[in-house]
């Protein structure tokens, strides 16, 4: 029995049922530099993103205590708290959240001491915006992917082979 016939049987319209509409992904752009900040944050809000942006990691962990995000999208070298300092942050109060470095120079040393400090991508400046886009776009659909939603195949509906059981 396929999904319509269901849906008629129950007495459901699929055709009436309102479609939530596509909530947009939220990124936050951690950035000293106020151009490259600026231009981030207009590039992904172009590129359809809910955009925030903030000028430390300090500023951005407070960003985080009133918001949820998707995404963080961080320099390293900032005054107040570094890129790494905001990961220990997220990591110390068990927040798990995609971060994609973009940073001048990385902070291989620290990282290495802290191995449980994940990036999930990182950026070396300077960068097109055609790569900070394809690298943000990868970066949350493979934490949507891992999120545990499960996508169903395109033939989920066509009978099994012959020579699989269903048990």
């Known amino acids: ?17 309102p479609r939530r509409p ?3 992904q939220r990124v936050l752009v951690v950035e000293d530099d106020q151009m ?13 993103y809910e955009v925030d942006s903030a000028v430390d990691g300090a ?4 960003a985080l205590q009133l918001d949820n995000y998707d995404l963080i999208v961080t ?10 300092g905001l990961l220990q942050k997220l990591h110390a109060a068990r927040q798990s959240l995609p971060v994609i470095m973009a940073a001048g120079t990385f902070p291989q040393p620290e990282l290495d001491r802290h191995p449980w400090l994940q990036i999930h991508a ?27 939603e499960v996508a169903l195949p395109p033939n ?12």
């Open 1 to 17: 029995m396929n999904y319509a016939t269901v849906a008629q049987v129950e007495g459901t319209n699929l055709a009436s049922v």
């Open 59 to 62: 500023d951005a962990w407070c």
């Open 122 to 148: 990182t950026l070396l400046k300077p960068y097109t915006f055609a790569v900070l886009i394809r690298t943000v776009k990868t970066v949350l659909r493979a934490a949507t992917d891992a999120s545990g």
């Open 22 to 24: 596509k909530l947009r």
């Open 75 to 84: 320099d390293h070298d900032m005054p107040k708290l570094s890129g790494v």
């Open 156 to 167: 989920w509906q066509s009978p099994l082979p012959a020579n699989t059981s269903r048990s």
């Open 36 to 48: 490259i900040r600026r231009l981030n944050t207009e590039v992904l809000t172009c590129s359809g």
